[in-house]
């Protein structure tokens, strides 16, 4: 692997990278099979990914005709990470099963381990005999859509797909390695203006709110709109304020500190609402909702922006769902890709079709508007959101981070890179997009 990492780091060709032998086994951050029931009787909270996800020697499997193989520099912590090593809602163990039933090279998925991570940056080492438009040596990014391109139903919109899945979530084989084994039809360019890290964070949370929030498959947001963020400063949100502020809108951002109130103000949302110091109780018992709270969080947006937000970008779930219906303007749209704290959604529907809102679903995205968010960060148009770095032996740790919310934005993982700071192919494009600008959320995580 040393071999590899100094070829990378050297600017080694392509043919020099084809010909270097790949290791028969790589370190991995996973979770076993074996311990899928560990947190029986434990709370979601207590639930602590730090004993869950291990780092471990797995062997490289066979490449299919349609895969490559990434040098992982290194990759990200994304909740779904969390979700696999909490085992909820359901362990990840039978997606792999299902896919290792579907054919020679899905069972190649159905381990007792799972690496997990849904994000990379790297180099390609090998590519499987049908690929075409990419070769060892290319400087990629990963994004997490798993389809098969033989199946019809890919076709219109890769994400109805009838057998979609997420790389490293219902696959096996995630970025949180040394290595990864993916399908061609996963690779970007590397963003040439910024480091690893910087590169590896962004594919799918930056994609799931292009899809979201610019997409027609979704919200559909036109210049000028108003935009409820939820969460404005995490993984989604930080991608979304970005969004709405290049789309010519006004983003309402909802943090819990301060802190990240004050990064919202330096990305130029105006608009800030600390939802802590708010105290909002949309819940007054666990069964009961409390209109009057969702009217105080209306009339607080009313206050920043003078009018009701024509989007709510909802990820939250359970506790903020209906007041997100309600808040949202007369033919206003909720989009929805998430449900952290609950998916068993309430919301009172006189208020939705009434004012002829609607509720739109979105989940990641297509292998084109991918494409399109990466070219975005490529143009220094959208920035990457990393604000803390661990390495991969840490796993465990980043994603308790990310569990407790203790985090900002993306935390990046060094997988094959030996330190921060590296892979920048374009210093003078970097300079001009601005360092400053880059850097924002490292510098506020640090
Ligand atoms: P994240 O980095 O943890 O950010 C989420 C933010 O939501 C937090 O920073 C927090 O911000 C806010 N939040 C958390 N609980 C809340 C609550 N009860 N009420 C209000 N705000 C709350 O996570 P993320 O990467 O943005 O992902 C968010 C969710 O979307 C996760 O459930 C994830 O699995 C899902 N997701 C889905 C897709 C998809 O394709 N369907 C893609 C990416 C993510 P404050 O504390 O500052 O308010």
């Not at 499987?128 to 890919?154: E, I, K």
């Not at 297509?366 to 960060?377: T, V």
């Amino acid at each position: 692997m040393q071999e590899i990492v100094e070829a990378i780091q050297s600017g080694a060709p392509g043919e020099e990278l084809a010909n270097l032998p790949l290791p028969e086994s790589y370190r991995a951050a996973v979770v076993l099979e074996a311990e899928q029931d560990m947190w029986e009787g434990v709370e979601s909270g207590d639930k602590d990914p730090r004993k869950s996800l291990h780092i471990q020697d797995v062997t490289l499997p066979e490449l299919a005709p349609d895969e490559a193989v990434i040098a992982v520099m290194a990759s990200s912590i994304n909740f779904n990470t969390v979700w696999t090593s909490i085992f909820e809602p359901l362990p990840t163990f039978g997606f792999l099963k299902r896919l290792g039933k579907e054919s020679v090279w899905g069972a190649r998925h159905d381990q007792p381990f799972h690496i997990v991570g849904s994000d990379a940056s790297g180099v390609v080492l090998r590519v499987g005999s049908a690929v075409r438009n990419w070769r060892p040596g290319d400087r990629v990014t990963v994004h997490c859509n798993y389809v098969d391109d033989q199946d019809p139903s890919a076709h219109n919109d890769s994400m109805l797909a009838a057998n979609q899945r997420i790389w490293g979530f219902e696959t096996n084989y995630g970025g949180l390695a040394e290595l990864s084994v993916v399908k061609a039809n996963q690779l970007m360019p590397k963003p040439a203006h910024l480091t690893w890290e910087e590169a590896a964070v962004n594919a799918l949370c930056n994609s799931t709110s292009y899809r979201m929030l610019v997409s027609p498959h979704a919200a559909g947001m036109k210049q000028g709109d108003a935009v409820l963020i939820w969460g404005a400063t995490g993984g989604l949100g930080g991608y979304a304020v970005q969004y709405v502020l290049n789309g010519g809108g006004t983003p309402v951002g909802v943090v819990s500190s301060p802190e990240k109130g004050e990064i919202l103000k330096a990305m130029g949302c105006e608009a800030v609402i600390d939802r802590k110091a708010a105290g909002y109780r949309f819940w007054k018992d666990e069964h009961t909702q409390d209109e009057s709270e969702w009217r105080r969080l209306g009339k607080d947006i009313r206050a920043l922006i003078g009018r009701d937000v024509d989007i709510v970008f909802e990820h939250p779930g359970r506790q903020t769902f209906g007041a997100s219906v309600f808040v949202a303007a007369r033919g206003g749209t909720v989009v929805t890709c998430a449900a952290t704290s609950g998916y068993m959604i309430e919301y009172d529907n006189r208020h939705l079709w009434m004012k002829l809102k609607r509720i739109v679903s979105s989940h990641f995205a297509n292998y084109a508007e991918a494409w399109a968010a990466n070219q975005l960060i490529c143009e220094g148009k959208v920035q990457p959101i990393l604000s803390a770095v661990y390495p991969l032996d840490q796993t465990g740790e980043a994603a308790y981070q990310v569990h407790k919310n203790l985090h900002e934005g993306k935390i990046g993982v060094l997988c094959l890179a030996p330190k921060e700071g590296l892979g920048i192919d374009d210093p003078a494009f970097r300079e001009e997009v601005g360092e400053d600008k880059i850097t924002l959320f490292r510098r506020h995580g640090a």
